[in-house]
C-alpha cells in the first residue's frame, strides 16, 4: 500500500528557532496535506496543497508541494511555545475516493522557551 | 473549516461491554466519514470508511464484526466497540468529507480516548 516517510521523527528545539520537516513518498500524490495535533485532540488542518510546485504560506507556516509529486516540506518560522505538538503529512493518491488520506509517522515538535 | 464534533472525548468500561462513539458534522453534510486508531505518540491508523446509507468499507485486519459502523444520516456516524478487551484502550478519532466543501478535505473530530478495564 501507500507509504509516506515523514522526518525528521522528533525535534528539539529552542523558542525562536526556524523549524523544517518533509515527507516523501514512493508514489504520486495529487494532493498534500499539514495537520497538528494537540496532546488528546483531533488533528488540526494547517494547509493544503494541490498543484504540483505549489507554495503555500499561512501565518509562520509555509508547505510546498515537491515538483515530482512524491514529496512535500512544512517550515516553521520563528517557533513559539504553542508550536509544540505532532506534525502529520498526509497525502492523497490519485484515483481514490475523496478524503481517504495517507498519512506520514509524524514529527513530534518540543520547543523550549 | 468546518466543524466535526466527536462523542464522548473519555470514556471507561468494564471488559465485555460495547461502547458506542459518535462523529457529527455541525456545519456540512458529510457523504464520507473516516474512523481511525491511534497509539500513543504514533500516526493514524485507518479502521474503515463510511458512507451515508451504505455499509463501511473495512481496512485489513479490522474486524467487522468488533468495530461495528453507522452512517444512517449525513450528519452523523457511529463507531461501537462490541464485547470490549482491555487491547481495545486507544484513542479513536473521526473524519469527515463533503461533496459540498472546497476540495473535500477532512475534518476531525476531538477524538475520544477509550478505557478498557
Known amino acids: 500500500g501507500q507509504q509516506l516517510n515523514q522526518s525528521p521523527q522528533s525535534m528539539f528545539i529552542q523558542e525562536g528557532e526556524d523549524v523544517s520537516m518533509n515527507c516523501t513518498s514512493s508514489s504520486i500524490f495529487n494532493t498534500w496535506l499539514w495537520y497538528k495535533q494537540d496532546p488528546g485532540e483531533g488533528p488540526v488542518l494547517l494547509i493544503a496543497l494541490y498543484k504540483a510546485g505549489e507554495l503555500t504560506s499561512n501565518g509562520r507556516l509555509t508547505a510546498q508541494f515537491g515538483i515530482t509529486r512524491k514529496d512535500s516540506f512544512l517550515n516553521i518560522s520563528a517557533s513559539i511555545p504553542s508550536d509544540v505538538g505532532i506534525y502529520f503529512c498526509?497525502?492523497?493518491?490519485?484515483?481514490?475516493?475523496?478524503?481517504?488520506?495517507?498519512f506520514g509517522q509524524g514529527t513530534i515538535l518540543t520547543v523550549h522557551p | 473549516g468546518a466543524v466535526v464534533s466527536q462523542h464522548p472525548s473519555r470514556v471507561i468500561c468494564k471488559s465485555g461491554t460495547s461502547v458506542k462513539i459518535e462523529c457529527r458534522s455541525l456545519?456540512?453534510?458529510?457523504?464520507?466519514m473516516f474512523w481511525y486508531r491511534q497509539f500513543p505518540k504514533k500516526s493514524l491508523m485507518l479502521m474503515a470508511t463510511s458512507n451515508e446509507g451504505s455499509k463501511a468499507t473495512y481496512e485489513q485486519g479490522v474486524e467487522k464484526d468488533k468495530f461495528l459502523i453507522n452512517h444512517a444520516s449525513l450528519t452523523l456516524s457511529t463507531l461501537t466497540v462490541t464485547s470490549a478487551h482491555p487491547e481495545d484502550s486507544s484513542f479513536y478519532i473521526c473524519?469527515?468529507?463533503?461533496?459540498?466543501?472546497?476540495?473535500?478535505?477532512?475534518?476531525f473530530g476531538q477524538g475520544t480516548r477509550l478505557t478498557v478495564v
Open positions: 456545519d456540512f453534510q458529510a457523504t464520507t
Open positions: 473524519s469527515a468529507s463533503g461533496q459540498s466543501l472546497m476540495n473535500t478535505e477532512a475534518f
Open positions: 498526509a497525502g492523497r493518491p490519485g484515483g481514490t475516493s475523496y478524503g481517504k488520506l495517507t
